[in-house]
């Protein structure tokens, strides 16, 4: 469960900015719900950056945090920052089956998977969207690497290989079709955001007064690629009106899920690099900066490209981390 927590933020550039694009989705949903009275729960790891995150930003003051591992635990009994965070140490499954959904104030539910281990995550994102109710929000981030499905390399061959392991994986949450070109780096992290939505669907099918709203969806990569979904859950009858009052389809970042998920991937600037690409923004195109520069950053021009253009996108959830003498 803390495997992936075990990594720095500032080692995870493009989940650190997928954690602050969450904030600012959060903090939109906001103008419909006051999500200062949720309770979120989640995977701490270590260092319980994201409770640290949330309680600060959007003073969300009821927390629970998750963990299986024993000596992270311990850690993040060194480490809690604040009194209002609960440590259990029960795995996500235990949780799901222990704890009292009804008795619940409104929810975040983060579940931010590791480990590749899509059937069993799958059922339990089926099993939390039956205990959540109206206004709930949850996430779930899944490890979307290909390799995981065996076969590192991408020949005709292999990926036919994967495909099929994909379907065994999926089961019943397996989209109609699965092609081979679904399971290449590329792609497979739309093969999972589909599965992850006809689990949630699932998750509904015995009640018809809620409905189920994708909100965000992105790939990204710190070494492993991921997929993170979030949703809300609504009475029906309110769907307009949430959209109308969050404005959530202006967003820029918006994404129904029927489209691909959006990607972060930015480039590795140096502090200077930084400051006189950010000068130059917004405005600048990425063919504008390398110019100016003189130079790309990058492992070759079009990689540098797509990733400066990302940053374009990102630039303002880009968090900047500096050394502190304390």
């Known amino acids: 469960m803390s495997a992936g927590g075990n990594i720095p933020y500032h080692l995870r550039q493009n989940k650190a900015i997928e954690r602050n694009l969450f904030i600012d989705l ?65 795995s ?16 975040i539910v983060w579940f931010d998977y590791a480990t590749p281990q899509i059937s069993i995550q799958l059922a339990e994102l089926q099993q939390l969207v039956e205990k959540l109710s109206h206004g709930d929000i949850f996430k779930v981030t899944v490890n979307a690497t ?24 999926l089961g019943e ?4 079709h699965i092609n081979p070109s679904d399971v290449n780096t590329k792609n497979y ?12 669907k699932h998750g509904l099918a015995g009640d018809s007064s809620l409905v189920l ?3 965000v969806s992105f790939a990204y990569t710190d070494g492993q690629q991921m997929l993170t979904l979030c949703c809300v859950l609504l009475n029906a009858e309110e769907r307009d009106q949430f ?28 502090l200077k690099e930084r400051v006189h690409v ?39 959830m880009y968090p900047w981390y500096s050394r502190v003498v304390i």
Request: aromatic letters at 12%; a negative charge.
């Open 26 to 90: 959060l903090t939109r949903v906001g103008r419909y719900f006051n999500v200062s009275d949720f309770q979120y729960i989640g995977f701490g790891g270590p260092f319980l950056e994201d409770f640290k995150h949330l309680h600060s930003s959007l003073r969300i003051s009821n927390m629970i945090s998750l963990e299986m591992d024993g000596n992270v635990f311990s850690r993040q009994k060194f480490n809690k920052p604040s009194s209002c965070i609960a440590l259990r140490k029960e």
């Open 92 to 107: 996500s499954s235990d949780f799901l089956n222990s704890f009292d959904f009804d008795a619940a104030d409104n929810l």
């Open 146 to 169: 290909p390799v995981s499905l065996g076969h590192a390399d991408a020949k005709a061959e292999i990926l036919n290989r994967r495909a099929e392991t994909a379907r065994a994986r």
């Open 173 to 176: 949450y397996a989209p109609a």
């Open 189 to 200: 992290p739309a093969l999972l955001l589909k599965a992850l939505i006809n689990a949630a």
């Open 213 to 215: 709203e994708p909100l």
């Open 243 to 270: 959209f109308d009052k969050t404005r959530l389809r202006s967003w820029p970042f918006y994404n129904d899920c029927i489209q691909a998920p959006k990607s972060i991937s930015v480039p590795v600037l140096s």
């Open 278 to 316: 950010e000068s130059m923004l917004p405005g600048a195109t990425a063919d504008e900066i390398f110019e100016d520069l003189n130079y790309y950053v990058g492992k070759d021009d079009q990689s540098a490209r797509d990733e400066m253009s990302n940053f374009i996108s990102f630039y303002r």
